[in-house]
């Protein structure tokens, strides 16, 4: 019987669980939340209310994307070093630089802590 019990327990709380993205996304659709983070926002800028990342997608960010994103700018680094005399020969120096160092670098470094994207006005 208890071993009925647990079953029961994990496939209730399993289930809970795969249902919560649904009423999220009709809490969402319904307007409570817009209205929640409007409130909050003392800026009035839409570009907060609207978008802005949560706490766990921040922390995520910075504990997991950032140390990839910077890994990923020294090893482009590396391989941009290593593959210069290629690139020169074939006249694309500032196309692997682009690639390879400055938009990891960009991603990692100048995108807003939990965006999907960077926003920024730097030239390509």
């Given at each position: 019987m208890?071993?009925?019990?647990?079953?029961?327990?994990?496939?209730?709380?399993?289930?809970a669980?795969?249902?919560l993205?649904?009423?999220?996304?009709?809490?969402?659709?319904?307007?409570?939340?817009?209205?929640?983070?409007?409130?909050?926002?003392?800026?009035?800028?839409?570009?907060?209310?609207?978008?802005?990342?949560?706490?766990?997608?921040?922390?995520?960010?910075?504990?997991?994307?950032?140390p990839?994103?910077?890994?990923?700018?020294?090893?482009?680094?590396?391989?941009?070093?290593?593959?210069?005399?290629?690139?020169?020969?074939?006249?694309?120096?500032k196309?692997?630089?682009?690639?390879?160092?400055?938009?990891?670098?960009?991603?990692?470094?100048?995108?807003?802590?939990?965006?999907?994207?960077?926003?920024?006005?730097?030239?390509?």
């Amino acid at each position: 019987m208890n071993l009925f019990r647990t079953t029961a327990a994990v496939l209730a709380f399993s289930t809970a669980l795969l249902a919560l993205p649904a009423h999220a996304a009709e809490v969402e659709q319904s307007g409570y939340v817009t209205t929640e983070v409007a409130q909050q926002n003392a800026s009035g800028n839409t570009m907060y209310t609207n978008d802005a990342p949560k706490g766990y997608t921040m922390l995520g960010d910075l504990l997991i994307a950032r140390p990839l994103l910077i890994a990923a700018t020294v090893i482009g680094a590396a391989a941009f070093v290593v593959s210069l005399p290629f690139s020169a020969l074939g006249g694309n120096v500032k196309e692997a630089g682009q690639a390879l160092v400055i938009e990891p670098g960009r991603e990692a470094f100048v995108r807003c802590l939990g965006c999907d994207t960077s926003n920024s006005s730097y030239p390509n």
